[in-house]
């Protein structure tokens, strides 16, 4: 049982450049999550998910798009890479909410 | 707005010293409880959560947590802290018929040997 995986944990982007954050969980999970961490700044989420099919906007979604095809996989896509998206992103999922969530190992972003 | 406040942002102690973290929420109905925690470099990990019966809470490590409705508490202690608690803590609530969680914004510790 892996929990939830995220790849990769380390990525240097140009400004400009894209790429796709990977989160997958192996535990049925239907509430997935993506989150960015900034220092001092807490949790702020990007976009989550109640189920295969089915995304909505968080606090910050501006610069970033999901999907959700299965139940298992919830990539984050960064379009065009900004400074400001220099961060430390959190992909998370629970099965219920009075369970709490499982968080992966998260993935250090540099946009230079 | 429902939001969820951590009153320290910073705490310095030295080891075997107690330790009292607090969470206040608002929120009136129904809610579910967390504290998370984040060790230097390393993701979340639960360290105890309430959603019913006794409203006091024991987590792994030695912590605990004590849920108080009237006051829209539910305040993180530990009777004696070691260095390995130095650590960022999350207080967490999830509100009604919410998708998601409510954070606060942390409260980094450090435990002095």
């Known amino acids: 049982n892996a929990g939830v995986t995220q790849t990769p944990k380390f990525r240097i982007l140009k400004i400009g450049q894209s790429m796709t954050l990977q989160c997958t969980q192996d535990?049925?999970?239907?509430?997935m999550y993506w989150y960015r961490q900034d220092p001092g700044m807490g949790l702020k989420l990007i976009y989550y998910?109640?189920?295969?099919?089915?995304?909505d906007k968080g606090e910050v979604p501006n610069g970033y798009n999901v999907s959700r095809s299965t139940t298992e996989d919830f990539p984050l896509r960064l379009e065009l890479a900004a400074p400001s998206q220099t961060s430390v992103y959190f992909c998370?999922?629970?099965?219920?909410?009075?369970?709490?969530?499982?968080f992966g190992s998260g993935t250090r972003l540099t946009v230079v | 707005a429902q939001s969820v406040s951590q009153h320290n942002h910073h705490v310095i102690l030295s080891e075997a010293a107690s330790l009292e973290l607090g969470c206040n929420y608002s929120?009136?109905?129904?809610?579910?409880l967390f504290w998370y925690v984040q060790y230097p470099g390393q993701h979340l990990q639960l360290l105890l959560k309430y959603f019913s019966g006794d409203p006091l809470v024991k987590g792994i490590k030695g912590f605990e947590a004590e849920f108080i409705k009237s006051k829209f508490s539910f305040n993180l202690r530990k009777p004696s802290v070691q260095w390995s608690d130095t650590a960022e803590y999350f207080c967490?609530?999830?509100?009604?018929?919410?998708?998601?969680?409510?954070w606060g914004l942390g409260t980094s510790l450090a435990v002095n040997p």
């Open positions: 998910s109640v189920g295969a099919g089915i995304t």
């Open positions: 929120y009136g109905g129904t809610v579910n």
């Open positions: 535990m049925n999970h239907n509430y």
């Open positions: 967490a609530v999830h509100a009604g018929n919410n998708r998601k969680l409510i």
């Open positions: 998370a999922s629970t099965k219920s909410h009075v369970e709490g969530y499982t």
